[in-house]
């Protein structure tokens, strides 16, 4: 039996929906990934010349920093090795 054409409006307009939250997910989880770049600018900015924030507030935010910390020590014990860092700018991990 062939579909109606209610089900298959209704057919298409899942598929339109499923296929936009899927676009939001991925824009989300990039945001995501840009706020935690800035939090880390923010408490580690003392490395690259930004001022830097009062300590008490640095020193109670940075056990959220523990992922980032574990990648730049990793980037650091990598920073002669040429593969490292071209991944490490690709953002592989």
Do not use: Y
């Not at 935690?36 to 690259?48: D, H, K, T």
Request: glycine share 10%; hydrophobic share 45%; charged share 20%.
């Amino acid at each position: 039996m062939s579909p109606t054409i209610v089900e298959s409006l209704r057919h298409f307009l899942e598929g339109f929906s499923q296929g936009q939250r899927d676009k939001v997910i991925g824009l989300t989880c990039m945001e995501q990934q840009e706020l935690e770049n800035v939090f880390a600018l923010l408490l580690l900015g003392s490395f690259v010349g930004f001022p830097a924030p009062p300590t008490f507030l640095a020193v109670e935010l940075l056990p959220f920093m523990e992922r980032e910390m574990q990648i730049l020590g990793q980037r650091a014990e990598d920073a002669c090795d040429m593969l490292g860092q071209m991944m490490g700018t690709l953002g592989v991990d």
